[in-house]
């Protein structure tokens, strides 16, 4: 069975500092990774995801994320936050059969001004 | 737009009724998705449809839950005898098993739900 844990249900930074936003999954099959982000009253949206080859993922707005097989972890990172990343961002491990995405719960981020 | 789309955005409806919502997939997507979010947490898978054959379904979808997907375009999701603990957003995804973006899923902007 698959399982997503995001470490930190809430995570505030400065405006202009780091963003780490942390994943670890589980999987018995090689996983197809994803970072979603959602703002309020809206769908998901995808920033990022990995499926084979390259290990850092670049995704849209700045984001990225490494995939680390011996730590089961794909963090996200964006090295200078803005206030309108400030949102609700969910990690997720898909199978290679693409059946079906299980997610985390979810880290809402905060930026200060 | 050629996105996901979801109909209503809004339902609030009193416990014991029934409830349906659309959800129309992008075009020429063949895998439709339901997924259930509640407050705080992340969506939880409920269904999946491979054109109009409905594969898989989750211990999640009780019997008073039920999907359709007639013509392989869009999807219905009803519940009936609606409970308290109904209340949530139900999102819907669509999928494309081809092309570059095979493996990615497409949200919808979701239907909130709430029982009173």
């Known amino acids: 069975a698959q399982s997503v844990t995001q470490l930190g249900s809430h995570v505030s930074v400065s405006e202009g500092a780091l963003v780490l936003l942390r994943c670890n999954y589980s999987?018995?099959?090689?996983?197809?990774l994803f970072w979603y982000v959602q703002y309020p009253n809206q769908g998901l949206q995808l920033l990022l995801k990995y499926t084979t080859g390259a290990t850092l993922v670049k995704g849209i707005n700045g984001f990225e994320a490494e995939f680390k097989k011996s730590e089961t972890s794909f963090h996200l990172t964006k090295p200078s936050a803005h206030m309108s990343d400030a949102a609700e961002y969910f990690c997720?491990?898909?199978?290679?059969?693409?059946?079906?995405?299980?997610f985390g719960a979810g880290t809402r981020l905060f930026v200060k001004a | 737009d050629t996105g996901v789309s979801q109909d209503p955005r809004h339902k609030i409806t009193k416990r014991g009724q029934n409830v349906t919502f659309r959800c129309d997939p992008i075009s020429e997507h063949n895998r439709l998705y339901w997924y259930r979010q509640t407050l705080g947490q992340g969506p939880e898978f409920l269904t999946y449809?491979?054109?109009?054959?409905?594969?898989?379904k989750s211990r999640l979808l009780s019997d008073r839950f039920s999907a359709e997907r007639p013509k392989g375009s869009f999807s219905t999701l009803e519940i009936q005898r609606t409970e308290q603990g109904d209340s949530a957003m139900y999102l819907c995804a669509s999928r494309s098993t081809s092309g570059s973006s095979y493996n990615e899923q497409f949200f919808g902007p979701g239907t909130r739900l709430t029982v009173l």
């Open positions: 997720a491990v898909g199978d290679t059969g693409g059946f079906k995405t299980i």
């Open positions: 999987s018995s099959v090689p996983p197809y």
């Open positions: 449809f491979q054109n109009e054959a409905q594969l898989e």
